[in-house]
């Protein structure tokens, strides 16, 4: 008589002991912690990291910000201080002192009243033109602007004739509760020219300023030169 071979109690998803594809037993308490502890390291690690990002790119931007303004107002304090006539010294005069400050200011105010009289008497014109813009350097609280701006003047004198000529400005602007305001401004004549004659030259950096100086005069295109001396004629 033969007898049954013993049955086999595993079952066939493996829940015997030693059986293939075995459920692991539970994970020991130790290595949960140990799993919770990497996931907080981690997660304060990656929350740094956005802080300092997000504190860089709101300097970039801030940086940028500044950089615009203060060529902004510099471009209008240029454009100001080279487009004059009778009809609006007064205000243009009024909006270029509100955007001055420092040496600048003290000086400005001191040339005003003779600058808006000869303005009137001699019935000066002047049409500034933004031709290039630049800033040298900023920081903080300055910056340093190069403008080339074309103006046209015309004057009694001249009985209505127009005299071109292209000047290069330097001015340092100044950020006082953020306003960027005008402390030293200088212009000198690069050419006589027609605006707008051949490209116009890239401003170049001009030595750093010494001292402020007073809003340029509107120039008398009739103005006398200083007569020459004639050659002496041969013996």
């Not at 502890?37 to 790119?57: F, K």
């Not at 009778?86 to 001055?100: S, V, W, Y």
């Amino acid at each position: 008589m033969t007898t049954a071979p013993d049955e086999d109690t595993s079952t066939r998803d493996g829940t015997g002991d030693g059986a293939p594809g075995s459920t692991p037993g539970p994970v020991p308490a130790r290595a949960l912690r140990l799993l919770t502890a990497a996931v907080a390291a981690l997660s304060v690690v990656l929350l740094v990291l956005a802080v300092v990002l997000a504190l860089q790119w709101q300097r970039a931007r801030s940086a940028q910000d500044d950089r615009e303004a203060a060529l902004s107002a510099a471009e209008a304090q240029g454009l100001n201080l080279t487009s004059l006539n009778p009809d609006n010294a007064e205000e243009t005069l009024a909006d270029i002192r509100d955007g001055a400050t420092g040496e600048f200011l003290t000086t400005f105010e001191q040339e005003q009243p003779g600058l808006l009289a000869a303005i009137a008497s001699n019935q000066v014109n002047t049409q500034g033109v933004l031709v290039a813009s630049a800033v040298r350097e900023i920081d903080e609280d300055e910056a340093r602007v190069l403008l080339t701006l074309d103006v046209a003047v015309t004057n009694a004198a001249s009985g209505g004739e127009q005299t071109s000529r292209r000047f290069r400005a330097e001015m340092t602007m100044s950020k006082q509760d953020d306003r960027w305001l005008t402390s030293f401004f200088d212009l000198d004549v690069v050419a006589d020219e027609e605006p707008g004659a051949g490209a116009p030259a890239a401003p170049t950096a001009p030595g750093a300023p010494t001292a402020p100086s007073a809003p340029a005069a509107p120039v008398d295109p009739a103005a006398p030169t200083a007569p020459t001396t004639p050659a002496p004629e041969p013996s």
